[in-house]
């Protein structure tokens, strides 16, 4: 897949374009996957007889997840495209939300929390406030989102 064919023309990256909300979408739904689980850890903890301590270091895996992949693959989209990364984020979205649901060990739930991190790092809306090919208008509610994510206020 060729640079050129991801990057859409100015016109389609308008605010309440399609472009503009499938990426407002897309990255709500990445983003909300990532916080879905917080609930069933009171119910994981009781189950798996686990201390405070433990169910702290599974929330810090999500953040190993998020910058490793950060690190690791920051610029992968530059390479191959940024259609390509958003479905492995919603792959790795789905697939957190997989392990979560059927996790029946401690082992288990780090996966899933790693998988969550790795969905959140790969974000469609990750890059595209420093990005040159979508640049919402000032005052446009994807403006707001962008410059939101930027400083970490939509973060779980």
Same mark, same amino acid.
């Given at each position: 897949?060729?640079?050129?064919?991801? !990057?859409?023309?100015?016109? +389609?990256?308008?605010?309440?374009?399609?472009?503009?909300? =499938?990426?407002?979408?897309?990255?709500?739904?990445?983003?909300?996957?990532?916080?879905?689980? !917080?609930?069933?850890?009171?119910?994981?903890?009781? #189950? =798996?007889?686990?201390?405070? =301590?433990?169910? !702290?270091?599974?929330?810090?895996?999500?953040?190993?997840?998020?910058?490793?992949?950060?690190?690791?693959?920051?610029?992968?989209?530059?390479?191959?495209? #940024?259609? +390509?990364?958003?479905?492995?984020? $919603?792959?790795?979205?789905?697939?957190?939300?997989?392990?979560?649901? !059927?996790?029946?060990?401690?082992?288990? =739930?780090?996966?899933?929390?790693?998988?969550?991190? $790795?969905?959140?790092?790969?974000?469609?809306?990750?890059?595209?406030?420093?990005?040159?090919?979508w640049r919402p208008r000032a005052g446009s509610a994807a403006g707001?989102?962008?410059?939101m994510t930027a400083v970490g206020a939509v973060e779980p």
């Amino acid at each position: 897949m060729s640079r050129e064919s991801d !990057t859409a023309d100015p016109s +389609a990256a308008r605010p309440g374009s399609r472009h503009s909300l =499938l990426v407002t979408y897309l990255f709500t739904a990445v983003m909300v996957s990532t916080t879905l689980p !917080t609930p069933l850890y009171a119910i994981y903890s009781a #189950r =798996l007889s686990l201390s405070p =301590l433990t169910v !702290t270091v599974i929330y810090a895996v999500y953040a190993v997840g998020v910058l490793g992949t950060l690190q690791v693959f920051g610029r992968l989209s530059d390479h191959v495209g #940024r259609r +390509a990364v958003v479905l492995a984020a $919603i792959a790795f979205s789905a697939l957190s939300g997989l392990v979560f649901v !059927t996790t029946d060990s401690l082992v288990w =739930l780090f996966v899933g929390r790693f998988v969550s991190g $790795i969905s959140a790092g790969r974000s469609p809306a990750r890059r595209p406030p420093t990005s040159g090919s979508w640049r919402p208008r000032a005052g446009s509610a994807a403006g707001a989102l962008s410059s939101m994510t930027a400083v970490g206020a939509v973060e779980p």
